[in-house]
């Protein structure tokens, strides 16, 4: 399954599921990830972390390591 992290800059994509437990994926829908929503991939940072998304008309910066959490279509 494809994850946040492999999405490329300026592609849009669809969360699927989340993975993780407890604190972690309740962290990541606290930020407004959740099944279903439209994420766009703005830009990431020189050395590849962390990754800023636009998500429900807010900017959202997010490490690769919660992005590869993140299940997407």
């Not at 766009?40 to 590869?68: F, I, Q, T």
Request: glycine share 10%; aromatic share 2%.
């Amino acid at each position: 399954m494809k994850t946040l992290k492999d999405v490329k800059v300026g592609e849009s994509c669809t969360v699927v599921a989340l993975r993780g437990e407890g604190a972690v994926k309740r962290r990541i829908m606290d930020m407004g990830i959740t099944k279903g929503v439209e994420i766009y991939v703005r830009k990431v940072a020189p050395l590849g972390d962390p990754m800023e998304l636009n998500v429900r008309g807010y900017e959202l910066s997010v490490r690769k390591e919660d992005a590869a959490n993140i299940e997407v279509s």
